[in-house]
């Protein structure tokens, strides 16, 4: 038998055609794979078209000819970094305070000898339960009452409380999944339990703390409602605020809403790019108790 013969029959041996499940699995996948890139794609492409051709009657995915129109007027004309520095201000600061009081939360009612841990952490689920549009109301008056309309304050005070829920949850099941044994050396060896928090626990849950920061990143640079109802002017508005108030009376400036709304995304594109190991781990960590 020639060479030429033994390599067709070892290459006819070694492939073998996928299966049905696995053929049903890859197309699924490249069906949300382009449901979630096809509009930022489409975004992207109307950010970088003229006004004349996102007014044609054809509409083109492949942009041409391409200008940066869009995004020097959204500005220069819109001042749109100023939504972008608020948005800046108020998500981190309502990160860090998610993850400082939410993580301090999990830990005591995870590593720590509390009766009812359970109906806390049901009580806290159950309050997270409440749609915005029926608190928005009389969260509107306590702010009114205290006088923090139109501040960052009341942006963090109220995503601070729609967050605190989430992240307690999440870290709950990931602390819940280090070995007690961890604690009780600690102990034996003089640590009080902020020490072992601070010093042991957190930085074993890196992946859980990056998780959890990002999700409530995302959540708190997104939000409209309690932003749009509770700011009314550019030195505290917020992006999707921004975005919203680009549209006029009589024109939609579709270019210009693209650009803004590339501008926004890619950050957080990048930023789950960047940590998506850390978010893989992180969400999975607490799913088994070691």
Not at 87 to 105: K, P, Q, Y
Not at 218 to 230: T, V
Not at 265 to 273: A, D, G, Q, R, S
């Amino acid at each position: 038998m020639s060479n030429m013969a033994i390599a067709q029959r070892k290459l006819r041996q070694g492939f073998t055609f996928p299966s049905r499940g696995r053929i049903l699995i890859y197309l699924c996948a490249l069906v949300i794979v382009c449901w979630s890139v096809g509009p930022f794609l489409w975004q992207m492409s109307t950010s970088l078209q003229p006004d004349r051709e996102l007014l044609s009657s054809t509409p083109r995915l492949i942009p041409y000819p391409i200008t940066i129109e869009h995004f020097v007027n959204i500005f220069a004309a819109k001042s749109f970094h100023r939504y972008i520095i608020n948005s800046v201000i108020v998500t981190i600061t309502t990160t860090f305070l998610c993850l400082l009081f939410g993580s301090i939360a999990a830990y005591a009612l995870a590593r720590l000898d509390i009766r009812g841990r359970f109906r806390v952490l049901g009580f806290i689920l159950g309050v997270s339960m409440f749609p915005q549009i029926a608190i928005v109301g009389p969260l509107y008056v306590l702010g009114s009452n205290f006088g923090w309309l139109d501040t960052y304050r009341v942006l963090i005070v109220i995503y601070l409380a729609l967050g605190l829920p989430l992240v307690t949850w999440v870290l709950f099941g990931y602390f819940r999944s280090i070995p007690q044994t961890i604690d009780e050396a600690a102990r034996i060896d003089g640590a009080r339990p902020l020490t072992i928090f601070f010093r042991i626990i957190l930085p074993m849950s890196l992946p859980a703390v990056v998780t959890t920061g990002l999700l409530c990143f995302i959540a708190a640079w997104n939000e409209f409602m309690f932003a749009l109802a509770f700011t009314s002017d550019i030195n505290h508005q917020t992006v999707p605020v921004g975005i919203a108030n680009f549209t006029g009376l009589h024109y939609v400036p579709w270019g210009d809403i693209a650009a803004a709304s590339v501008v926004v995304t890619l950050p957080l594109v990048i930023m789950v790019l960047v940590f998506q190991q850390h978010i893989i781990s992180g969400l999975t960590g607490g799913a088994v108790k070691e």
